[in-house]
């Protein structure tokens, strides 16, 4: 009958583990550049508009 060797470690299971730690990791990595962008240019659009209104305003005050 065949038995394992007293001292023998297993490395496949941690490999496997780290390995999907790693990609996780780097998964919500993406995701937080991705939130960070996309919260970035909701910034830039608002202040646009913002300085865009204030020129709408400027120019009919300036036509009347």
């Known amino acids: 009958m065949w038995s394992k ?6 490395f496949v299971l ?7 730690l790693v990609i ?3 998964g919500l990595a993406l995701q937080a550049m991705a ?3 996309v919260l970035s240019q909701k ?12 020129f709408s305003a400027l ?3 300036a036509l009347d």
């Open 24 to 26: 996780i990791t780097s």
């Open 59 to 61: 120019m009919r005050q």
């Open 43 to 54: 910034r830039e659009l608002k202040r646009d508009q913002q300085a865009d209104a204030e």
């Open 14 to 20: 941690p490999s496997v583990l780290l390995l999907g």
């Open 5 to 10: 060797p007293k001292r023998q470690q297993g």
């Open 35 to 37: 939130l960070q962008g």
